[in-house]
């Protein structure tokens, strides 16, 4: 597996102007969601929110992923590559990311499609 380009301690979150600090506990779980996610892409889908807590061992709860998903963007942006956070949607209805994403979710999934193509 390739190293996390986020480090323990504070972590600009630009794109929203707050700051997220990088626990122990946050930084073992990028690992897991980074992982997770990048089977997401290569199989084309998306994953809801309890679905990702699922396939993490319950890393996190499904509410509390937020700041988790913010640090991936930030690794996936240092990485110059697309924002893995895009493949996370609400299990409900509109199957559309959360609040806190920036972006064109629907153009960062293709380009996560593409990225880690099979």
């Not at 959360?98 to 972006?103: I, K, L, N």
């Given at each position: 597996m390739d190293t996390l380009k986020v480090q323990l301690g504070p972590l600009d979150i630009d794109f929203r102007g707050t700051t997220v600090n990088v626990t122990p506990h946050m930084l073992d779980a990028l690992d897991r969601i980074r992982a997770a996610l990048i089977t997401v892409a290569q199989l084309r889908a998306t994953t809801s929110y309890k679905g990702l807590a699922a396939a993490t061992g319950g890393a996190y709860s499904v509410r509390g992923f937020g700041k988790a998903l913010d640090a991936i963007t930030i690794d996936c942006r240092d990485r110059n590559e697309p924002s893995l956070a895009s493949l996370v949607v609400h299990s409900g209805g509109d199957k559309e990311v959360?609040?806190?994403?920036?972006?064109n979710a629907k153009g960062e999934r293709d380009l996560c499609?593409?990225?880690w193509a099979l």
């Open positions: 959360g609040d806190g994403f920036r972006g499609y593409a990225q």
